[in-house]
């Protein structure tokens, strides 16, 4: 059974820093390295929007009001990928929930229960 699980969210001051963890079990180092990996976040009310996602060829890619400030990466020796924040401002509170999907040879997206991440003014 595949499972997402994430840490490091938590209260911050504006203009602090958090680096959440999504740590992956049930899938194979080599199958991992596979996986198109993302963060999304969440607040009351609106969509869910992607965050910052990284490719399987290591391609990276932000919304824009994250460029510059977060960054992803990923460890797939470890099958664990990280969201490093920084500068935070208090319109980046949100739940954050991780996310791995790929789509050959069948479309499969595996979701984390999500960490609160608060960004106090």
């Known amino acids: 059974q595949v499972r997402l699980v994430e840490s490091g969210g938590g209260l911050v001051q504006a203009g602090g820093s958090l680096r959440l963890s999504c740590t992956t079990t049930?899938?194979?180092?080599?199958?991992?390295?596979?996986?198109?990996l993302g963060w999304y976040r969440q607040v009351p009310g609106k969509e869910r929007e992607l965050v910052a996602s990284?490719?399987?060829?290591?391609?990276?890619a932000y919304t824009d009001s994250v460029k510059g400030r977060f960054t992803i990466s990923r460890d797939d020796a470890e099958t664990t990928f990280y969201l490093q924040m920084n500068s935070l401002k208090p319109e980046d509170t949100a739940v954050y929930y991780c996310n791995a999907r790929r789509s050959i040879p069948i479309p499969l997206t595996y979701w984390g229960q999500g960490t609160q991440v608060t960004v106090s003014s």
């Open positions: 990284v490719a399987d060829f290591g391609t990276e």
């Open positions: 049930g899938i194979a180092q080599n199958i991992f390295a596979l996986y198109t």
